[in-house]
């Protein structure tokens, strides 16, 4: 595997139900980022990880509980998430965000809350 | 309130000719600029980038211009490839942040 993957790629999910969302990044970055993309809206960047430590909660809902037990994988854990929600989930990583912008991206997945 | 904006939703231009994405912001802490390009079903795609002390950054067919006093840059492409048909982001960062600030996107068409 390459660059950066995300499963599932497609996710239904009800209300009540958990699930959780896993990145993993074979670029040896040391950043790992989060970000939702809804109908119409701009990316929105939900959470950073520098180093496996939270740098950034963008006003997150608890609803969204990020992990990040080494520097390659970062999950996303859902529970009782509401149907607006349902959107792209994006993954990203980069070398160190204070030196370097550029963010390499997953194919994202697409979550649907019913 | 959005701080990157790309106010033309779509763009459709022929094969050959040129192609010119706009983005406009409003945060004057932003001092780099990326473009990113993004097909169906996979994620976005870095394309181009450029600090704010310069005013130009080519690469191959692709050439990014930053207008500071105007607040507003511009991503050309010459010659246009269908290939090059894709959503095209716009996105910023203040020194030091690790946050992109992007934009909505717009979906450029390449006919052949």
């Known amino acids: 595997e390459t660059g950066v993957t995300q499963t599932p790629r497609h996710l239904v999910m009800g209300m009540t139900n958990k699930k959780s969302l896993k990145c993993e990044q074979h670029?040896?970055?040391?950043?790992m980022y989060w970000y939702k993309q809804s109908a119409k809206k701009p990316l929105e960047l939900m959470f950073v990880?520098?180093?496996?430590?939270?740098?950034e909660n963008n006003s997150v809902p608890s609803r969204f509980s990020p992990e990040c037990p080494n520097s390659s994988h970062l999950f996303l854990h859902l529970h009782t998430l509401q149907p607006e929600d349902s959107a792209l989930y994006l993954c990203?990583?980069?070398?160190?965000?204070?030196?370097?912008?550029?963010?390499?991206f997953g194919p994202g997945t697409r979550l649907t809350v019913t | 309130d959005q701080q990157v904006k790309q106010n033309s939703p779509s763009l459709s231009v022929q094969e050959g000719r040129i192609s010119i994405l706009n983005c406009d912001y409003t945060?004057?802490?932003?001092?780099?600029f990326l473009w990113y390009k993004k097909y169906p079903a996979e994620g976005p795609t870095f394309l181009i980038s450029?600090?704010?002390?310069?005013d130009k950054n080519e690469d191959g067919r692709f050439t990014v211009f930053l207008n500071k006093s105007a607040k507003h840059l511009s991503l050309h492409i010459v010659p246009s490839q269908p290939g090059d048909s894709a959503v095209y982001f716009c996105?910023?960062?203040?020194?030091?942040?690790?946050?992109?600030?992007f934009g909505k996107g717009m979906k450029l068409t390449v006919n052949p």
């Open positions: 945060n004057s802490m932003f001092d780099y």
């Open positions: 990880y520098n180093f496996k430590e939270q740098t």
């Open positions: 450029i600090s704010s002390i310069k």
């Open positions: 670029l040896g970055h040391n950043a």
């Open positions: 996105a910023a960062a203040e020194g030091g942040s690790e946050k992109l600030v």
């Open positions: 990203a990583s980069s070398q160190d965000p204070r030196n370097s912008y550029e963010q390499y």
